[in-house]
C-alpha cells in the first residue's frame, strides 16, 4: 500500500511539473498588420489571440488603427496569432518577439 501511494504522489507531483503551478507571463507585442503588395497598412483588421485561455485580459481580438498599428497581449513565450481584414485572406502566425509585421494577401 505505501508503495502504491508514493508512486500516486510522484505521478501527481511530475503532472503538476509538467502542467506548470505557476501563473503564465504575458508581454505586450506590437504588431503592424499590411498589404502584401503595396505595404500600406490595414486599417481595422482583427487580429487574434489563439489559446489564450488563461489570460486575465478582457479580450483576445484587437483591431489595428489608421496606421495599420495594435498592441497584443500575448504569452512571453510566443503566441498563434490569426488575422482577418475584408478583401483579405486569413493569416495564421507564430510570434515570439516584441514586434511583428504581419502580410496581408488580398482575395483573387
Request: one cysteine or more; aromatic letters at 8%; a positive charge.
Amino acid at each position: 500500500m505505501r508503495a502504491f501511494l508514493l508512486w500516486t504522489f510522484a505521478l501527481a507531483a511530475l503532472s503538476l511539473a509538467l502542467i506548470g503551478c505557476s501563473k503564465p507571463e504575458f508581454k505586450s507585442v506590437s504588431i503592424k498588420v499590411i498589404d502584401d503588395e503595396t505595404s500600406k497598412p490595414v486599417v481595422g483588421a482583427k487580429i487574434t489571440a489563439v489559446c489564450m485561455g488563461l489570460s486575465p485580459y478582457a479580450t483576445n481580438t484587437y483591431s489595428t488603427g489608421s496606421e495599420g498599428s495594435a498592441r497584443v497581449m500575448a504569452y512571453t513565450a510566443g503566441i498563434a496569432l490569426v488575422t482577418t481584414a475584408t478583401g483579405y485572406e486569413i493569416n495564421t502566425v507564430g510570434i515570439a518577439s516584441n514586434e511583428a509585421v504581419i502580410k496581408l494577401k488580398r482575395h483573387q
